[in-house]
């Protein structure tokens, strides 16, 4: 299922002159958040429990190395439950599942465990009882994104999804005066309170969620490299080309004044001409990304003369979530009810 992936640059960085003094501005947090350490644990203690083979429906996370390490452990990505053999065991991923997925995989006899990111699910339960009261949901979120196909399923009739703020300029309700805003918890923040703020143009009635949709990791995250990049010639995001939050990232550092933004998923994406004349080297990770991908592009950076990092910390996460109740249970009938969180932690 992962793209296999081809080095672009095959020698080291090379520390060339024609900066001043180089830094790195290394932002905090960053990397794995709880909902993400709880689904790639899922998978590692299914496989623990019942042994390779276990299936995968769809990326657990948006990241290659991720996926790439557990299919080593013996984990089988799959698209749907349709191709996981009958009475297996199958990993929903953390990005959360319609509930025709669910019936699907039941209807096949597969041992279900659910490793949505308990904020995923607390979009779809907001999506369920909004839809139960008869209101029309603007779904704001990116059409295609496993997240989105989600909570979508859980009221297909009920959902409109808001791609971007010039969409909201175009939507149609049926009811101007029951309508509400759910969100995909993987955006940007500020660009989803501008298609709110475009939705409420048009319709003044619109009802916000009752709480924020948008996750704190990805909040978290956006608000610390807004602080790097008004100081960074250059910010480099570790993250996958499919994870949405981090490709918000590299939006968010070139709105906040840096002067130069790529994504990368391996150090060795790194080209040395990104790095011509730059003194300040802005290093995030999108929240899928494990911290050791970081390091390797720390190393390569310290090789070409960024040697002096600070660390620039924005907040404190502790958020910490329980493994999937299908995994409470331990072999020997004992509940294992431990918290989970961030692995990566700085």
């Known amino acids: 299922m992962p793209v296999p992936r081809i080095p672009r640059r095959r020698e080291p960085l090379k520390d060339i002159a024609g900066a001043g003094h180089k ?9 794995y958040c709880a909902g993400v ?3 790639v644990i899922a998978v590692e203690k299914a496989l623990e429990r019942y042994g390779a083979p276990v299936y995968v429906r769809k990326q657990i996370v948006h990241n290659i190395h991720v996926v790439t390490e557990l299919e080593k452990q013996g984990a089988i990505f799959v698209e749907e439950v349709d191709e996981v053999p009958s009475g297996a065991h199958v990993v929903f991923s953390a990005h959360g599942v319609s509930p025709a997925v669910v019936n699907a995989a039941s209807d096949r006899g597969l041992r279900a465990i659910d490793a949505t990111c308990p904020l995923v699910t607390k979009v779809h339960r907001e999506a369920v009882r909004f839809a139960r009261d ?3 949901i603007l779904l704001i979120g990116h059409v295609g994104h496993e997240e989105v196909e989600g909570t979508a399923g859980e009221a297909p009739d009920h959902v409109t999804i808001v791609n971007s703020p010039e969409e909201a300029d175009t939507i149609e309700v049926r009811d101007p005066s029951k309508v509400v805003w759910l969100s995909q918890t993987t ?5 989803t309170m501008e298609t709110v703020r475009r939705l409420r143009v048009r319709f003044p009635e619109l009802q916000d969620p009752p709480s924020d949709d948008i996750c704190y990791a990805t909040q978290n995250r956006q608000v ?6 008004k100081d960074a010639d250059l910010v480099i995001v570790v993250g996958s080309a499919n994870s949405s939050n981090s490709v918000r990232l590299v939006e968010v ?12 998923d391996y150090a060795d994406e790194v080209e ?3 790095l ?19 390091q390797q592009v720390l190393d390569d950076l310290a090789a070409a003369g960024y040697r002096d990092v600070e660390e620039v910390r924005t907040a404190e996460e502790d958020l910490q979530f329980s493994l999937p109740k299908e995994l409470r249970t331990d072999a020997a009938g004992k509940r294992d009810d431990r918290a989970l969180g961030g692995r990566t932690r700085s």
């Not at 955006?187 to 660009?191: I, R």
């Not at 610390?224 to 990049?229: C, D, L, P, R």
């Not at 004349?277 to 050791?292: N, Q």
Request: glycine share 8%; charged share 25%; hydrophobic share 45%.
């Open 272 to 274: 040395q001409a990104w």
């Open 187 to 191: 955006l940007s923040v500020d660009e």
């Open 276 to 294: 011509e004349g730059v003194e300040t080297v802005g290093v995030t990770s999108g929240a899928s990304v494990p911290e050791v991908l970081v």
């Open 253 to 264: 550092a070139l709105e906040h004044g840096a002067k130069a933004a790529y994504r990368v």
């Open 23 to 31: 830094r790195v501005l290394l932002a905090s947090p960053r990397g």
């Open 134 to 136: 008869d209101f029309e």
């Open 37 to 39: 350490d709880r689904a």
């Open 224 to 229: 610390a490299i807004k602080k790097v990049a």
